[in-house]
T-cell receptor, first 111, second 115 residues
Framework: QQQVKQSPQSLIVQKGGISIINCAYE??????FPWYQQFPGKGPALLIA?????SEKKEGRFTISFNKSAKQFSLHIMDSQPGDSATYFC??????????FGTGTSLTVIP | DAGVTQSPTHLIKTRGQHVTLRCSPI?????VSWYQQVLGQGPQFIFQ???????GRGNFPDRFSARQFPNYSSELNVNALLLGDSALYLC??????????????FGDGTRLSIL
């Protein structure tokens, strides 16, 4: 059973556009939600993370929106650049020990 | 500072063999976690160790085992390899386990291929 459901599976965005990736979860015990970026041949790198006591967190061009009642959270990449082309994973944890990852979104930003 | 280092980077084994993967965490990090990432999927949690003790175990068979050494480095062992064990094995380190949700820093993984 997939603890964290992620969509879309792939995304193509024009340079300068907004990329939006969505995730949903069922386990209400989850209380930490990070997003990771992974380039081919590399391990995932932490982008930004949020706790459920806030509804939004912004770091540079990356924003997490969190809807606790709907058990959904999303990543927005503003002014998307070709260098943002990568696979993005959402994740969730209730203990800070075991993280459950989504299935990933392959983002392609077209120049 | 060096990041999380994993060795080897690539490995080819045949069914039934045994494999040992190694991980050195970031200096000062005491927690190490192991993940399996099958092509096209997200990482799946295998183990977490903190201060040489197992803190968590994912839904993997007993063929998978791990340990952490006094210098906080770690080994993942897989016995009786199956074709389905072919994957990228990722190691992640953090400074604490479940304390303040310290960010996990991943290595670039070991690509294991089973023939």
């Amino acid at each position: 059973q997939q603890q964290v459901k992620q969509s879309p599976q792939s995304l193509i965005v024009q340079k300068g556009g907004i990329s939006i990736i969505n995730c949903a979860y069922e386990n209400t015990a989850f209380d930490y939600f990070p997003w990771y970026q992974q380039f081919p041949g590399k391990g995932p790198a932490l982008l930004i993370a949020i706790r459920p006591d806030v509804s939004e967190k912004k770091e540079g061009r990356f924003t997490i929106s969190f809807n606790k009642s709907a058990k959904q959270f999303s990543l927005h990449i503003m002014d998307s650049q070709p260098g943002d082309s990568a696979t993005y994973f959402c994740a969730a944890s209730s203990t800070g020990n075991q993280f459950y990852f989504g299935t990933g979104t392959s983002l392609t930003v077209i120049p | 500072d060096a990041g999380v280092t994993q060795s080897p980077t690539h490995l080819i084994k045949t069914r039934g063999q045994h494999v040992t993967l190694r991980c050195s965490p970031i200096s000062g990090h005491k927690s190490v976690s192991w993940y399996q990432q099958v092509l096209g999927q997200g990482p799946q949690f295998i183990f977490q160790y903190y201060e040489k003790e197992e803190r968590g175990r994912g839904n993997f068979p007993d063929r998978f085992s791990a340990r952490q050494f006094p210098n906080y480095s770690s080994e993942l062992n897989v016995n009786a390899l199956l074709l389905g064990d072919s994957a990228l094995y990722l190691c992640a380190s953090s400074s604490d386990a479940g304390l303040g949700y310290q960010p996990q820093h991943f290595g670039d993984g070991t690509r294991l291929s089973i023939l």
